[in-house]
């Protein structure tokens, strides 16, 4: 007799499947993570940009010392800082940058005060558009070093004609982007504001000024750059203080690290220019909805 088992009896045999592996738990970033990804990011946007001017001034330290350029016209960077630091240490160059300084900011100034009235009324008013916009073509045509002659015949040799050529050289870049400004705000907003009952003062004051301000300071930051490059030319004739003069006299009297101190004094201050209006430009514009957060 069989002593198997019937089927019925028997155990059902269980399928058994691979296990899953272990998943990993998700890692949510603390406080500590997140601060540090940030600081990482600040980092990374402030040598990034200066990475290119290493680059630069390593070039130019070791460009002569290896015989690439002649060291005497073109001295190590390390020498032109140690004449930096002289010429600092002695007030020369504190003196030379207050002159420099005192003549470009007051020309400017009257520019910026000038212009960009002027320019709201040309964009805004068809009648004073067509009464000033000939004067103003054949001016601003016209290159700010080509007058400083007549500038110099006409007001002199002093402060006085520095400061006009200034202003000249400065004014047209701060007008005509004052103009492209108020031209190019969105009708839209105009309509809408005067809907809402605005005054003419209101409107220039909440509608036109602040949508205009980006190309008012796009023209403003081209004005502060060519205030120095007018400037050191116009100070290079007649002058006896100031970054030109003793950019010449340095050259004149073959002091070549005087004359590279000099020219990286007035690069400083055009870095310190832009970043001041940059600065200016995104208080005034806070507004604005940048495009990381759109």
Do not use: C
């Amino acid at each position: 007799m069989s002593s198997a088992v019937p089927l019925l009896d028997r155990p059902a045999e269980v399928a058994t499947e691979p296990p899953e592996p272990a998943r990993k738990p998700v890692e949510v970033p603390t406080g500590l993570s997140r601060a540090a990804s940030a600081t990482g990011r600040v980092l990374y946007r402030v040598f990034k940009p200066l990475l290119a001017i290493v680059l630069l001034l390593g070039a130019w330290e070791l460009a002569p010392r290896f015989g690439v350029v002649d060291e005497v016209f073109l001295p190590p960077f390390s020498v032109v800082v140690e004449a930096f630091v002289e010429l600092a240490a002695n007030g020369q160059l504190g003196e030379h940058v207050s002159a420099s300084l005192t003549r470009s900011l007051t020309g400017f100034s009257i520019a910026l005060v000038i212009a960009v009235p002027v320019g709201i009324a040309i964009a805004w008013y068809q009648p004073v558009s067509d009464f000033l916009n000939p004067v103003l073509e054949l001016f601003r045509n016209t290159a700010a070093l080509a007058l400083l002659p007549v500038f110099v015949l006409i007001l002199g040799i002093g402060e006085t004609s520095k400061i006009a050529l200034i202003g000249f050289a400065t004014f047209f870049p701060i007008l005509l982007n004052t103009i492209t400004g108020v031209r190019t705000v969105d009708p839209l907003l105009v309509k809408s504001a005067v809907s809402l009952g605005f005054s003419p003062l209101r409107l220039f004051q909440k509608v036109i000024l602040p949508a205009a301000i980006p190309s008012i300071f796009t023209g403003i930051r081209m004005a502060a750059a060519g205030s120095i490059l007018v400037l050191i030319a116009a100070e290079m004739i007649g002058a006896r203080a100031g970054l030109g003069y003793l950019i010449t006299a340095a050259q004149q009297n073959f002091q070549i690290p005087q004359m590279y101190a000099g020219i990286v004094a007035i690069s400083l201050i055009g870095l310190g220019f832009n970043f001041a209006l940059v600065a200016l430009e995104r208080r005034l514009s806070r507004w604005r909805t940048s495009p990381t957060n759109a």
